[in-house]
Nanobody
Framework: QVQLVESGGGLVQAGGSLRLSCAAS????????MGWYRQAPGKQRELVAT???????NYADSVKGRFTVSRDNAANTVYLLMNSLKPEDTAVYYC?????????WGQGTRVAVSS
Protein backbone atom coordinates (compact mmCIF):
# COMPACT_ATOMS: atom_id res chain seq x y z
CA GLN A 1 0.00 0.00 0.00
CA VAL A 2 1.12 3.54 -0.75
CA GLN A 3 0.11 6.69 1.11
CA LEU A 4 0.47 9.96 -0.74
CA VAL A 5 0.40 13.44 0.78
CA GLU A 6 0.21 16.51 -1.45
CA SER A 7 1.20 20.02 -0.50
CA GLY A 8 1.97 23.35 -2.10
CA GLY A 9 -1.40 24.47 -3.35
CA GLY A 10 -2.75 27.96 -2.83
CA LEU A 11 -4.03 31.13 -4.43
CA VAL A 12 -1.93 32.77 -7.10
CA GLN A 13 -2.47 35.44 -9.73
CA ALA A 14 -2.53 34.59 -13.41
CA GLY A 15 1.00 34.34 -14.76
CA GLY A 16 2.37 33.22 -11.43
CA SER A 17 3.95 29.95 -10.36
CA LEU A 18 3.43 27.23 -7.79
CA ARG A 19 5.25 24.02 -6.98
CA LEU A 20 3.24 21.07 -5.75
CA SER A 21 4.85 18.23 -3.82
CA CYS A 22 3.70 14.66 -3.33
CA ALA A 23 5.39 12.71 -0.56
CA ALA A 24 5.05 8.94 -0.77
CA SER A 25 5.11 6.50 2.14
CA UNK A 26 7.46 4.11 0.33
CA UNK A 27 10.42 4.40 -1.93
CA UNK A 28 9.17 5.76 -5.22
CA UNK A 29 11.96 4.02 -7.08
CA UNK A 30 9.81 0.88 -6.88
CA UNK A 31 6.64 2.61 -8.09
CA UNK A 32 5.91 2.06 -11.78
CA UNK A 33 4.56 5.51 -12.47
CA MET A 34 3.44 8.55 -10.56
CA GLY A 35 1.46 11.46 -11.76
CA TRP A 36 -0.69 14.47 -11.20
CA TYR A 37 -4.34 14.80 -12.04
CA ARG A 38 -6.75 17.64 -11.46
CA GLN A 39 -10.46 18.13 -11.06
CA ALA A 40 -12.11 21.47 -11.61
CA PRO A 41 -15.58 22.22 -10.20
CA GLY A 42 -18.23 20.46 -12.25
CA LYS A 43 -15.69 18.63 -14.39
CA GLN A 44 -14.19 15.17 -14.50
CA ARG A 45 -10.75 14.42 -13.14
CA GLU A 46 -8.14 14.76 -15.88
CA LEU A 47 -4.52 13.85 -16.40
CA VAL A 48 -2.00 16.65 -15.95
CA ALA A 49 1.38 14.91 -16.06
CA THR A 50 2.99 11.57 -15.34
CA UNK A 51 6.52 10.33 -14.74
CA UNK A 52 7.71 6.74 -14.82
CA UNK A 53 10.31 5.05 -12.65
CA UNK A 54 12.66 5.48 -15.58
CA UNK A 55 12.02 9.20 -15.75
CA UNK A 56 9.86 9.32 -18.88
CA UNK A 57 7.27 12.08 -18.74
CA ASN A 58 3.92 12.74 -20.33
CA TYR A 59 1.85 15.93 -20.25
CA ALA A 60 -1.63 17.02 -21.12
CA ASP A 61 -1.62 19.32 -24.13
CA SER A 62 -3.08 22.11 -22.04
CA VAL A 63 -0.03 22.26 -19.76
CA LYS A 64 2.83 21.43 -22.14
CA GLY A 65 5.55 24.04 -21.96
CA ARG A 66 4.20 25.46 -18.69
CA PHE A 67 4.28 22.55 -16.21
CA THR A 68 7.18 20.27 -15.33
CA VAL A 69 6.91 17.01 -13.43
CA SER A 70 9.97 15.66 -11.65
CA ARG A 71 10.89 13.16 -8.99
CA ASP A 72 13.43 12.95 -6.18
CA ASN A 73 13.89 9.28 -5.43
CA ALA A 74 16.00 9.96 -2.34
CA ALA A 75 13.19 12.06 -0.85
CA ASN A 76 10.40 9.79 -2.10
CA THR A 77 8.76 12.88 -3.53
CA VAL A 78 7.30 13.89 -6.86
CA TYR A 79 6.93 17.53 -7.83
CA LEU A 80 4.83 19.53 -10.23
CA LEU A 81 6.26 22.92 -11.10
CA MET A 82 3.53 25.08 -12.60
CA ASN A 83 4.52 28.25 -14.43
CA SER A 84 2.46 30.80 -16.35
CA LEU A 85 -0.64 29.76 -14.49
CA LYS A 86 -4.03 30.55 -15.99
CA PRO A 87 -7.46 30.83 -14.38
CA GLU A 88 -8.44 27.60 -16.15
CA ASP A 89 -5.76 25.79 -14.14
CA THR A 90 -7.91 26.28 -11.06
CA ALA A 91 -8.69 22.84 -9.64
CA VAL A 92 -7.94 20.36 -6.92
CA TYR A 93 -4.71 18.60 -7.86
CA TYR A 94 -4.27 14.96 -6.92
CA CYS A 95 -1.16 12.84 -6.80
CA UNK A 96 -1.42 9.30 -8.15
CA UNK A 97 0.80 6.24 -7.90
CA UNK A 98 0.54 3.06 -9.96
CA UNK A 99 2.02 0.21 -7.89
CA UNK A 100 1.69 -3.54 -8.36
CA UNK A 101 -1.51 -3.17 -10.35
CA UNK A 102 -3.20 -0.81 -7.92
CA UNK A 103 -3.86 2.89 -8.21
CA UNK A 104 -3.37 5.08 -5.14
CA TRP A 105 -4.50 8.68 -4.63
CA GLY A 106 -3.64 11.48 -2.29
CA GLN A 107 -6.21 13.72 -0.65
CA GLY A 108 -5.62 16.57 -3.08
CA THR A 109 -4.36 20.12 -2.81
CA ARG A 110 -6.34 23.09 -4.06
CA VAL A 111 -4.96 25.53 -6.62
CA ALA A 112 -6.81 28.73 -7.40
CA VAL A 113 -5.63 31.15 -10.08
CA SER A 114 -7.15 34.61 -10.13
CA SER A 115 -7.39 36.71 -13.28
Amino acid sequence: QVQLVESGGGLVQAGGSLRLSCAASKTIFSINAMGWYRQAPGKQRELVATITSGGSTNYADSVKGRFTVSRDNAANTVYLLMNSLKPEDTAVYYCNAQYLGYSYWGQGTRVAVSS
